[in-house]
């Protein structure tokens, strides 16, 4: 690639950011995982590698240690589906090495019910905008255009309370949303699988997502690689409950609440988000030069 077509191409993609907010991953064509919740030998090595928390954005009680709370997080593609997976060190496993407690707003928060909180527990949160587009403040609509997904350590739709995976997630209370989202998990449009790490002290997940019906770029098209590389939006948040009383004051006595891209009270709006790359060509450079790293953020 001549330096001026380099150019060219560089600039194309900082004209289409997906959000707001300046961060941005890049997944590459690669072998498709296994998705087990066990990061096998050489299973990720031809993904794009990203970490955290240590400068995502705190909605609750700032992490300040990575043995507390910090992940390891790998994203690519295998031309119809994306995966992403998470390596997260948690020193304290809610419903494991704790009781099962509930918030004081919400007895009923471990239902799996839109009355529930899909993400009241140690969870992921992976929020895509396939569409690219959004207008004021507007959230994910819950459907394959923007949607927000949870996979909870101890709480899934498939497994039930007790057994980690994919739950609804927002907006829940969306009739039409709660449905999408439940279709995509028993239809297998999206998987997950959660184990707890050997030892303890954190978990594993891995997540597949189908380009269709999940990633809908315009009404009723579906991204395909024949389309080119595509910018989308993008967040992700990871939950942290412990003890009750760490959580004092915060909102359903949550711990850490940690997202990629945002802003606190903000992070779930589409414009606040970061951008994600699905590229339809291979890594023609080193991979060091797509590795979003801790100090990513400019």
């Keep these: 690639m001549s330096v001026r077509a380099g150019l060219a191409l560089c600039l194309v993609w900082l004209a289409a950011d997906a959000g707001e907010f300046p961060r941005t991953l890049h997944a590459f064509p690669g072998k498709s995982p296994k998705i087990d919740g066990v990061l096998s030998a050489g299973e990720w090595g031809d993904a794009t590698q990203f970490y955290g928390v240590e400068d995502w954005i705190a909605q609750f009680t700032p992490t300040t240690d990575a043995r507390d709370l910090s992940l390891h997080g790998f994203v690519k593609h295998d031309g119809k589906k994306l995966y ?70 101890t709480k899934s739709r498939k497994g039930g309370v007790g057994k980690g995976g994919l739950l609804e997630g927002e907006p829940r209370k969306d009739v039409k949303a709660w449905a999408t989202y439940r279709r995509w998990i028993e239809t297998g449009a999206q998987k997950a699988a959660v184990r707890v790490k050997p030892g303890g002290k954190g978990y594993v997940i891995e997540w597949e997502v189908s380009f269709d019906p999940c ?84």
């Excluded at 997976?85 to 407690?101: K, M, N």
């Excluded at 007895?107 to 140690?122: N, V």
């Excluded at 942290?240 to 915060?250: M, P, Q, S, Y």
């Design 215 to 298: 990633l809908e770029v315009e009404p009723g098209r579906y991204y395909t690689t024949k389309m080119g590389s595509r910018a989308m939006g993008l967040n992700i948040a990871l939950g942290d409950l412990d003890e009750k009383e760490k959580g004092a004051g915060n909102f359903g006595n949550f711990h850490h609440e940690d997202w990629w891209a945002g802003a606190k009270n903000v992070r779930t709006q589409l414009r606040h988000w970061g951008t994600l790359w699905i590229m339809s060509e291979s890594k023609s450079e080193p991979a060091s030069r797509w590795k979003a790293t801790k100090r990513s953020r400019k």
């Design 84 to 153: 992403f997976a998470f390596e997260v060190t948690d020193d304290v496993l809610y419903g494991i090495d704790t009781e099962r407690w509930l918030p004081d707003n919400n007895p009923k928060a471990h239902d799996l019910t839109p009355e529930g909180f899909p993400w009241f527990g140690d969870e992921m949160e992976l929020l895509i905008n396939a569409s690219n587009q959004w207008k004021g403040n507007e959230t994910a609509a819950g459907n394959g255009k923007s949607w927000q997904m949870v996979c909870n350590l």
